[in-house]
């Protein structure tokens, strides 16, 4: 076990209000990790304000450079959550659960990062003993419905006709605000439908935020996603805008014509028309 791991586990000990400890993530995993990892620690207490209002304790495990407040929700139940940037080791993000929230951890209502894999680190009073190993199926790519398919078709040229209306303002910082924000975000989530479909929906090596999208992705997909990306330039922004347009596109199609869905063909080659001839390269 290495030193870092320790000094959290030793940190749980002395601190009564802490009943368990589970590390979950990569390295919580079988998965390879670099110096870059992170430590994603599960801190289990029905006590937390001591930890959540005074944040002294972190310096127990290292100088802390600066941290973020986040939470998120686990079955209904909000997950307050301190991420943390140390000196001189890796990043450590502490999550705090309350403890009632073990018992509802079952084989079928595990989270999605358990079921890859976690190690209980520390455990007073044996609440983590009815937990099922991993099952290796955390965070499988996940078919679409026709609704939702549709919606992000409809909301991706949208966004892209509100790029053409910004770029020929000339306000290129919000066009590309909008491109490299929420019309990345949308082909990334056609990027991972293809996926599905060519490779099968068991599939649960892709990080869903991408995080190892250059390790999982084949050449041609890297290289077509690689042309969606612009500097600051008018002329380079329309083409990548282009090149965005035209790789969507084609996925869009093959998803639909996999998954049986319909596609509004004769509507949308008339927005890329009105797009494409408004973006003129000067």
Not at 66 to 71: D, G, N, R, V
Not at 121 to 127: A, R, S
Request: charged letters at 30%.
């Amino acid at each position: 076990m290495d030193i870092i791991l320790k000094k959290i586990i030793a940190w749980a000990e002395s601190e009564r209000s802490i009943r368990a400890v589970i590390l979950e993530g990569s390295r919580g995993t079988a998965d390879p990790v670099d110096v870059e990892s992170d430590y994603d620690i599960n801190v289990f207490s029905d006590q937390t304000a001591e930890f959540l209002l005074d944040h002294q304790w972190l310096n127990f495990f290292d100088e802390v450079l600066i941290y973020q407040k986040e939470s998120f929700v686990y079955e209904g139940v909000i997950i307050p959550s301190r991420l943390v940037y140390f000196e001189n080791i890796p990043r450590i993000d502490f999550s705090f659960w309350p403890i009632r929230t073990l018992s509802r951890m079952n084989s079928q209502r595990m989270p999605q990062s358990y079921k890859n894999g976690y190690r209980v680190l520390m455990d007073k009073d044996g609440i983590t003993r009815h937990l099922p190993d991993p099952s290796g199926k955390g965070y499988l790519l996940r078919k679409p419905g026709m609704d939702e398919f549709s919606e992000t078709v409809y909301n991706f040229w949208f966004e892209m006709m509100s790029i053409m209306k910004y770029i020929r303002r000339g306000s290129i910082w919000y066009a590309k605000t909008i491109a490299d924000g929420p019309v990345k975000q949308l082909l990334f989530t056609m990027i991972l439908w293809n996926e599905g479909c060519e490779c099968g929906w068991n599939r649960n090596d892709i990080h869903l935020d991408g995080k190892n999208l250059e390790e999982k992705m084949n050449d041609q997909i890297l290289k077509r996603l690689s042309l969606c990306y612009s500097t600051f330039r008018k002329d380079e922004t329309q083409k990548s805008v282009r090149e965005t347009i035209r790789f969507f596109k084609s996925l869009s199609v093959k998803v639909a014509r996999v998954l049986h869905f319909s596609l509004p063909s004769k509507k949308i080659d008339r927005i890329e028309k009105i797009i494409l001839d408004n973006l003129i390269t000067e």
